[in-house]
């Protein structure tokens, strides 16, 4: 009787282990901070020739409650960081200066006015083809000490095209891994991209799950991936509730932006979901348990053997008694 009661007791309270440690399920990526000035598009993307002038509008907005000023700076940017941090500078030849002429040299906003900003984007006659990027900045030009508006502003990708050289982005997956063996809940992956072209990459990324079968089981849309030419792109992504336990592949499958929308799976790697912890805390449940019926065991043989010798002794009285 004593038996099953332990059994029980053991059952419901790995019952309770497994409900406590549920979750939901998602891919958690990190949170973007939001200021005052709001920029919309954030970037923009220009294909051109050289001696070609095209024309582009952006718009800022004032969130704030008060009237804002900002000066507009021309700057170059590059990515100097593999987790895709950008560089402002001035760049010594075929600087964003000489190609990326802004509307304006300063703008007024008012509480929650909304301002269309043009600029003119004019390749100049010997530019290199491929990439060039150049950075509108706005930068606080009053009295407004409390707006953080240091290398904020539109990206502006241009792309030179030329007949004498192609731009070409050329992407390749550096690496894509995981621990071999993770807890669950959550998974972290990392995915490295290389672009050893001369104008920027752009493609629509999936992380897909499948089980050790092959059946998919998850499929997260990441985003728009951007990598500069000449550049090594560090990307993380988080696995939210997953299964408690098996084995898994995960792939990173690229598709280029519309209309031409052809995926392909450029990395993809294999993992094992294994909870260790509460596996150490059954294992040491099971010891108890079975530490506590060989306990029971040696109890009742130790009484037993009592129960035998009192007995014995017992009858020898009364046969003496009976003499």
Do not use: C
Not at 61 to 79: A, E, H
Not at 243 to 262: D, H, K, T, Y
Not at 284 to 296: E, H, M, P, Q, W
């Amino acid at each position: 009787m004593k038996k099953k009661y332990l059994l029980k007791l053991l059952t419901t309270s790995l019952l309770a282990v497994f409900l406590f440690n549920f979750s939901g399920t998602g891919l958690t990526r990190a949170a973007t901070s939001d200021t005052s000035i709001v920029i919309q598009p954030p970037r923009i993307e220009v294909v051109a020739s050289p001696e070609q002038k095209l024309a582009r509008t952006f718009s800022v907005i004032n969130r704030s409650n008060f009237t804002v000023k900002l000066k507009l700076v021309v700057k170059d940017y590059k990515q100097s960081f593999e987790d895709g941090k950008l560089e402002f500078y001035d760049a010594e030849t075929e600087q964003a200066s000489l190609w990326l002429i802004p509307q304006y040299l300063e703008i007024g906003l008012k509480p929650l006015e909304t301002k269309d900003v043009s600029f003119v984007v004019s390749v100049p006659k010997d530019f290199s083809a491929g990439g060039h990027y150049g950075a509108i900045l706005l930068q606080s030009a009053g009295s407004a000490t409390n707006l953080n508006t240091n290398n904020f502003g539109e990206l502006v990708l241009l792309t030179v095209t030329s007949p004498d050289s192609a731009a070409t982005a050329t992407a390749k997956a550096v690496n894509f891994w995981t621990g071999a063996i993770q807890q669950g809940n959550p998974v972290d992956f990392n995915f490295k991209l290389q672009n050893t072209g001369n104008t920027h990459f752009n493609a629509n990324a999936n992380l897909v799950l499948k089980n050790w079968a092959g059946k998919e089981i998850d499929n997260y849309n990441i985003g728009q991936l951007t990598i500069y030419p000449g550049t090594t792109r560090l990307f993380t992504w988080r696995w939210n509730g997953t299964p408690r336990i098996g084995v898994f592949r995960a792939e990173v499958m690229l598709s280029n932006p519309p209309p031409n929308q052809n995926s392909k799976i450029v990395d993809s790697t294999w993992f094992i979901i294994f909870p260790w912890p509460i596996a150490l805390l059954v294992l040491f449940a099971g010891l108890i348990t079975f530490a506590l019926v060989k306990y029971r065991k040696y109890i009742f043989k130790k009484t037993s053997k009592w129960v035998d010798v009192a007995q014995k002794k017992n009858l020898k009285i009364r046969e003496k008694f009976i003499q």
